[in-house]
Nanobody
Framework: QVQLVESGGGLVQPGGSLRLSCAAS????????MGWYRQAPGKERELVAV???????NYADSVKGRFTISRDNAKNTVYLQMNSLKPEDTAVYYC???????????????WGQGTQVTVSA
């Protein structure tokens, strides 16, 4: 099986920074894309940022210029550096990965359990 384990969430003041990490483990043959999503109370889950195995990135307009996604392919890990945080960034942040396992010949999307990010004075 595959596990995605997130870390790095917490409470931060407006204008502060946090760095989220998500490590994928298990019988992984290859990972195509890895990304971060978030869900605030009463709202739908939304894309924050995504990065392909070639390094191409895409960001939500609301985080462009403030957040940076990166990945370490050797470690099957994706990071989200969040700067200039705002109260509206408060949400549970989920990572996901589109990958192929050794026991499969098709891509499957896996999700982490989520990590809380709270931006408040």
């Amino acid at each position: 099986q595959v596990q995605l384990v997130e870390s790095g969430g917490g409470l931060v003041q407006p204008g502060g920074s946090l760095r989220l990490s998500c490590a994928a483990s298990g019988s992984i043959f290859s990972i195509n894309a890895m990304g971060w999503y978030r869900q605030a109370p009463g709202k739908e889950r939304e894309l924050v940022a995504v990065i392909t195995n070639g390094g191409s990135t895409n960001y939500a307009d609301s985080v462009k210029g403030r957040f940076t996604i990166s990945r370490d392919n050797a470690k099957n890990t994706v990071y989200l550096q969040m700067n200039s945080l705002k109260p509206e960034d408060t949400a549970v942040y989920y990572c996901n990965a589109r990958l192929v396992m050794y026991t499969s010949n098709s891509y499957t999307v896996y999700w982490g359990q989520g990590t809380q990010v709270t931006v408040s004075a």
